[in-house]
């Protein structure tokens, strides 16, 4: 099993800190990589923080998340 530590800039975030670090498993890493590609995203990062970003703006219209990052 391969785990990846991804490291994501957010430069919207307001606070000490601006990245955030998670780990994704070979499975996750090969579906990101196909839709990478497919999408032409120029990187891992910008894809995931592409994702997160819709996921908390999903959220936030559904109003089940109050806090904005």
Do not use: H, W
């Not at 070979?26 to 819709?54: G, H, P, Q």
């Amino acid at each position: 099993m391969c785990i990846v530590n991804e490291s994501l800039l957010f430069d919207k975030i307001q606070g000490p800190s601006r990245t955030l670090s998670i780990k994704l498993d070979c499975n996750t890493l090969t579906k990101i990589d196909y839709l990478i590609k497919y999408y032409k995203f120029r990187s891992r990062s910008e894809f995931i923080r592409n994702a997160i970003m819709y996921k908390i703006n999903q959220l936030n219209k559904d109003g089940k998340y109050s806090q904005v990052l």
